[in-house]
């Protein structure tokens, strides 16, 4: 297998408050952890600007226009009540996107087999018309939107492993058939939706756990819901939203995955992309806010990436 691993130049051009979980220092975390010798074989590649009027591939006519008129000459300012900007944000998503697009490009066009996105800020949140839960631009929405419009893929299947419900992608694909959205999530969690009753047009498959929820759970889930489903849509590829905050050392919820369970969800959606789509899968960072914890889970799904095992790893 080769894995390209895109990294994000302007990564910390996006500022958030002091304090706030979503901060640049999630980026040298991962950053730290895979330059490692494990992953010596990664092809590397650092993100250029993408074109922002992409958002409007499933955003709303104005929303790049209100992102705009929200951005400060200077220091941050806020969306809502956990959602910021900063004068050099949008620089940053712009970055981030491109860096996205080039995982595709790469992807499709047989230079890579799979490829991972150390990019910020996080996407799945930001509905058509709405930024929020740290979230401006729904990166992995648009890069389905991209690969269909661009490379005519048929169906694109999205599956969300961060510990809160994308609400923002959801909202985006509910009602269109040729994208397949599964997301598993802690309930109740930020942001309150994706009950399994959210079902879309028959495209939408939402799984909840509770609080406290380990890995075994997880991995009936995925094995029994999930994957039959997804292997029941047959895309063309696979985007994964992969955040690392259902770690049981994340801040923000009360998930109990390990770094192994990473590892194992990885591999079982890689089994599915080789069955299905040429082992296509373009993989974009979204949250995990404890450092150690999102260093382990990205370390333990890019190894298996690159090669179908975790080998040795120092978390």
């Given amino acids: 297998m080769t894995t390209l691993l895109v990294s994000q130049p302007n990564f910390a051009d996006h500022v958030t408050p002091q304090g706030h979980a979503e901060r640049a220092d999630r980026i040298r975390a991962v950053e730290d952890v895979l330059s490692q010798a494990r992953f010596d074989k990664l092809l590397r590649r650092d993100a250029v600007s993408g074109d922002l009027t992409l958002a409007e591939l499933v955003h709303d006519g104005n929303y790049l226009a209100k992102l705009r008129a929200a951005r400060p000459a200077e220091g941050i300012g806020q969306l809502d009540a956990d959602t910021f900007i900063s004068d050099k944000s949008l620089s940053a998503a712009a970055t981030g996107l491109g860096g996205a697009l080039s995982a595709l490009d790469s992807v499709l066009l047989g230079e890579v087999d799979n490829a991972f996105c150390a990019i910020r800020p996080p996407g799945h949140h930001a509905e058509i018309a709405t930024p929020m839960g740290f979230c401006l631009i729904n ?51 930020y942001p309150g939706t994706g009950k399994p009753s959210e079902t879309g047009v028959g495209n939408i498959v939402n799984v909840a756990f509770d609080a406290n929820t380990d890995g075994e759970v997880m991995r009936d889930a995925y094995l029994t819901r999930i994957i039959p489903a997804l292997v029941n849509f047959s895309p063309d590829l696979i985007l994964l939203s992969a955040g690392f905050d259902a770690h049981e050392l994340d801040p923000l919820a009360q998930l109990r995955w390990t770094s192994s369970d990473y590892s194992w969800l990885t591999g079982k959606l890689m089994d599915a992309a080789d069955r299905l789509c040429g082992n296509r899968i373009v993989s974009l960072l979204e949250g995990g806010y404890d450092l150690k914890g999102l260093a382990g889970g990205a370390s333990h799904h890019v190894a298996m990436l690159m090669d179908g095992a975790v080998g040795r790893l120092d978390e």
């Fill in 139 to 189: 990166t992995a929405a648009i890069v389905a939107r991209e690969a269909q419009r661009k490379y005519g893929a048929e169906r694109v299947a999205i599956i969300d492993f961060d510990v809160h419900h994308g609400n923002g992608t959801q909202d985006i694909f509910k009602d269109d058939p040729t994208v397949f959205y599964a997301s598993s999530h802690q309930m109740p969690l």
